[in-house]
């Protein structure tokens, strides 16, 4: 009787044992395969859509030569319990990443990071066609941005992205910028809102990229408005010609500043009426944190800089040295 229990029970511990000792050489043996190198020699991107499971994203990656063993390699996802845990996107798997590297990157969502770089002084039309240019990014943009509302800066975005969120994101943080360098603004400063101050720093922004002029021009423009003065800023009438469409591709002519737009600072008093491009931060904190001056002219030393003056016999002196350095030029 005793012979008739004891038979089956360590018949089924054999079994038992055996399917432990299966068990632990498939771990030992996934783990392993994991963590070695894959086949890819090279970089290599691919976009993984919303909605495919485990068996579809393992078949992509070892279509694409990322990996080598679709099954072992969801074999590894079970085993680490990541098999729900894959996020969807457009991945760049180095040359020769593991499979362990793979899911980490994919459960991480690790994905590509586009960037769009909008520069200081890009006009809003300018800011639009980079955006319709930019690769991955989709929607339309049918309306062009207020100009002077979006921020110059770098921004991430992932493929698949929204040209109108990245849009919003834009003018959300000039909102921000703005507001935030209002409040800390120097109280001397002659300007009635914010949106002055976004306007001239417009014109500073397109009259130099030279960062310490920056001030000093703002202080001079502030000065020529306390006295009455027109700004004469040829910026101004470059974009009463184009309309913030593009660069004029030539030099202005006596013409040109004779154009009647309430945008031309020649023809006109005070500020234009909205700014000629989208100033950065620079430009706006020098306006509302500018030198202390006595200039009310500038123009250009030829040398990247500019030469100012307190009066119009010492600026007409300085407006003929760099005429003078632009007849050499030619010459050369």
């Known amino acids: 009787m005793r012979r008739a229990v004891l038979w089956p029970l360590t018949g089924l511990a054999v079994v038992f044992g055996l399917a432990v000792v299966l068990a632990i050489a498939g771990w030992l ?86 960037r769009l770089t909008v520069a200081e002084g890009m006009t809003s039309a300018e800011v639009v066609a980079a955006l319709r240019a930019a690769p991955g990014l989709e929607g339309e943009v049918t309306t062009v941005p207020a100009e002077g509302s979006l921020l110059p800066e770098t921004y991430h975005y992932g493929l698949g992205d929204s040209r109108a969120d990245l849009i919003e994101r834009m003018q959300a943080d000039m909102a921000r910028l703005v507001d935030e360098l209002w409040q800390g603004r120097d109280p001397a400063v002659g300007l009635d809102d914010a949106q002055q101050a976004v306007v001239l720093a417009s014109v500073v922004e397109k009259e130099t990229a030279a960062a310490e002029e920056r001030p000093v021009i703002a202080g001079v423009f502030l000065n020529r408005l306390g006295q009455g003065m027109r700004l004469q800023s040829d910026p101004t009438v470059i974009y009463a010609l184009t309309g913030g469409a593009g660069p004029l591709g030539r030099a202005l002519t006596r013409t040109d500043l004779r154009t009647d737009s309430p945008y031309n600072t020649y023809r006109k008093g005070g500020l234009p009426p909205g700014p000629i491009a989208n100033p950065g931060r620079a430009s706006l904190a020098a306006v509302l944190h500018p030198a202390e001056t006595t200039a009310l002219y500038f123009v250009a030393d030829g040398s990247g800089g500019h030469a100012f003056a307190e009066t119009l016999d010492e600026h007409n002196r300085n407006v003929a040295r760099w005429r003078a350095r632009q007849a050499e030029r030619e010459r050369e």
């Open 29 to 114: 043996y996934v783990h392993g395969r994991y963590d070695t190198p894959g086949p890819a020699r090279e970089e290599l991107t691919l976009v993984l859509p919303q909605g495919e499971g485990a068996f579809d994203i393992a078949d992509r990656l070892a279509e694409a030569g990322v990996i080598d063993d679709p099954v072992l390699f969801v074999a590894g996802l079970w085993l680490e319990n990541r098999e729900h845990a894959l996020q969807a996107g457009e991945y760049a798997f180095e040359a020769l990443i593991t499979p362990r590297g793979v899911m980490e990157k994919l459960v991480a969502g690790d994905t590509v990071v586009r």
